[in-house]
């Protein structure tokens, strides 16, 4: 099974900035972040089609977060900006499946898991 490997994450203020990659053991065609706070369910953050580069952004972080990507490496990178409190929370990078008939990455196929890396701002 695909093993997902991820660094970074860590304290900031509000308005900071953070940057956390993810790094798996072979290509993979749909990857992305999720997070998740104590007592709610994991939300997905963002995720990309690494083939095209498609991406998909939850809309609470939309301008703020870039998800990216080097092939090569097989790592993904999350660059969030603007970071807010409600932005705290333990970030885990995922796989998932294509979808071969709608070629995107539903969100619901996504259900292999780094170990996650917390990401808390406060002042």
């Known amino acids: 099974q695909v093993q997902l490997v991820e660094s970074g994450g860590g304290s900031v203020q509000p308005g900071g900035s953070l940057n956390l990659s993810c790094t798996a053991s072979g290509f993979l065609r749909c990857m992305g972040w999720f997070r998740q706070t104590p007592g709610k369910e994991r939300e997905a953050v963002t995720t990309?089609?690494?083939?095209?580069?498609?991406?998909y952004y939850t809309d609470s972080v939309k301008g703020r977060f870039t998800i990216s990507q080097d092939k090569a490496k097989n790592t993904v990178y999350l660059q969030m900006n603007d970071l807010q409190p409600e932005d705290t929370a333990m970030y885990y990078c995922?796989?998932?499946?294509?979808?071969?008939?709608?070629?995107?990455?539903?969100?619901?196929?996504?259900?292999?898991w780094g170990q996650g890396t917390q990401v808390t701002v406060a002042s």
């Open positions: 990309i089609y690494t083939a095209r580069g498609q991406t």
């Open positions: 995922a796989a998932g499946r294509l979808d071969h008939v709608t070629m995107t990455c539903p969100l619901a196929s996504f259900n292999v």
